[in-house]
């Protein structure tokens, strides 16, 4: 999508269109990482260098309510944002604690678990804000592998 495309969609959403809502989302929308904040704000400065980190900040934290974007936070890290397709079940994030690389994954891997805490306890789960962690498998494979896991816990 283009900032053309961007506008039209906050138009639909009845949201002001401003350079920075346009320009968050094409960069949120131009990777399949996980970016920081910082990260957003730097490439947000390549496209419309004007445009303040505070601005970046408050804009992201609009297309979060707005469900457009998605954040994780990421144990001793800085809160990731992703772009959030239209229609899509939030997913999970798994951060492997040796590489630091961020995998998404059906969240109907933790639906047992959440059943469970919400008629024991009446716990309503809502994991797609924070990251398990673990070792990956490129990592468990080779002499990552022996990170110790539960000790970085």
Do not use: N
């Not at 944002?81 to 239209?86: E, I, T």
């Not at 951060?95 to 959440?114: E, I, T």
Request: aromatic share 4%; net charge negative.
């Amino acid at each position: 999508m283009g900032a053309e495309d961007w506008a039209t969609l906050l138009r639909e959403l009845d949201q002001k269109v401003t350079p920075a809502r346009c320009a968050v989302l094409e960069v949120v929308a131009s990777t399949d990482a996980h970016l920081s904040a910082d990260e957003i704000v730097s490439r947000v400065a390549d496209l419309v260098p004007d445009v303040h980190r505070a601005t970046v900040f408050r804009t992201l934290e609009r297309l979060v309510e707005l469900g457009l974007v998605a954040h994780v936070h990421l144990p001793h890290g800085a809160t990731t944002y992703h772009l959030r397709q239209p229609g899509e079940r939030m997913h999970l994030h798994v951060l492997c604690r040796a590489c630091g690389d961020v995998f998404d994954v059906d969240p109907a891997l933790l639906d047992d678990v959440a059943d469970a805490l919400a008629s024991s306890l009446g716990f309503r789960l809502a994991a797609d804000h924070a990251a398990l962690s673990g070792v990956c498998a490129v990592c468990a494979s080779g002499s990552a592998g022996d990170v110790d896991v539960e000790r970085e816990l």
